[in-house]
């Protein structure tokens, strides 16, 4: 589903880590409470001091909001910003720019700001309700802690004062490290599929995993071959239909995590990238993506 443009705007290591004194200082900037909605990871936001729900998407270089919040939020456009905005069909759109006077996460207070325009397709009804994304040009100056299996979401803050120092997560016991590159706000690893290696994007605006039908073919599938399998159609934030399958592969490995005989979505991505690790990765572990020193802690 994925890249916003504009206006608002890796070899693979795996690790063992363990708190040590030279650890960076850090500080919980807020924690917000994270809704899994059949995929669908969304925070609670203030807009202008009315209450809303947006999703959290790691994918996304810039945030979104929807039709219906301009309208239940009574938002002015933006005359002097628009968006270049491309789904995930590949085709680039204009879309204009409304105004924000105050967002806020909890007690973080992230002032005013210009948001493009885009529908959200498929959003569960929920209270409040999805009005919206934040993406990249929101997330990436923090760490972001993805407790999913405890229901939060914590911004992270690494104080200033010490530049070297060596970072690591607040968590008791062993985890694994994943050297990252960070591309447009956006982190990307390295994984191997059935023997050959691609990059993926940690996307969790992406309710599958999702593997590219470039990469796909790369393996040895055809279009006939994908054919046999399951699937049917989806749609992104463009609106564009495309066309998915099932498809059963043999192994998977990032890091410190295999699996086996995987069942994988394969679609076509026009973005930088083999593979989409979507929401239902991110709802199976504590994960933290460290954008200030390109690591990824995954327990």
């Known amino acids: 589903m994925k890249r916003l443009i504009g206006g608002v705007l890796t070899a693979l290591l795996a690790l063992t880590g363990r708190a040590e004194a030279n650890a960076c200082r850090m500080e919980q900037a807020t924690v917000l409470p994270l809704r899994d909605d059949g995929g669908y990871l969304s925070v609670p936001v203030q807009i202008n ?32 910003r628009h968006t270049v905005m491309q789904g995930p069909n590949g085709a680039p759109r204009l879309v204009p720019n ?6 806020r996460l909890g007690r973080l207070s992230l002032g005013a700001g210009s948001i493009p325009v885009g529908s959200l397709p498929g959003s569960p009804m929920i209270h409040p309700p999805i009005l919206g994304l934040l993406g990249a040009d929101v997330l990436d100056g923090y760490d972001l802690e993805f407790d999913a299996p405890h229901q939060r979401l914590v911004f992270w803050k690494i104080l200033p004062g010490s530049p070297d120092c060596q970072l690591l997560p607040s968590w008791k016991g062993k985890w694994s490290t994943v050297p990252a590159r960070v591309i447009d706000g956006r982190m990307m690893v390295t994984f191997t599929l059935d023997g050959t290696r691609g990059t993926a994007l940690l996307d969790s605006g992406a309710r599958s995993h999702i593997v590219s039908t470039d990469f796909a073919y790369r393996l040895g599938l055809t279009d006939e071959l994908l054919a046999l399998d399951p699937g049917g159609t989806t749609a992104g934030v463009d609106l564009h ?3 998915y399958h099932w498809h059963r592969f043999k192994r998977f490995s990032m890091g410190g995590t295999v699996w086996a005989n995987p069942v994988l979505t394969v679609a076509p991505v026009h973005d930088q990238t083999d593979m989409l690790l979507g929401s239902d990765w991110f ?4 994960i933290w993506l460290s954008y200030a020193t390109s690591q990824v802690f995954i327990r």
């Open 49 to 80: 001091g009315q209450a809303a729900s947006m999703i959290v998407d790691t994918g996304s270089q810039g945030s979104l909001m929807t039709p219906q919040g301009i309208t239940v939020l009574h938002l002015p456009q933006d005359p002097d």
């Open 98 to 103: 409304i105004r924000i006077t105050d967002l």
């Open 241 to 243: 239909e495309r066309r």
């Open 283 to 286: 709802a199976k572990h504590d």
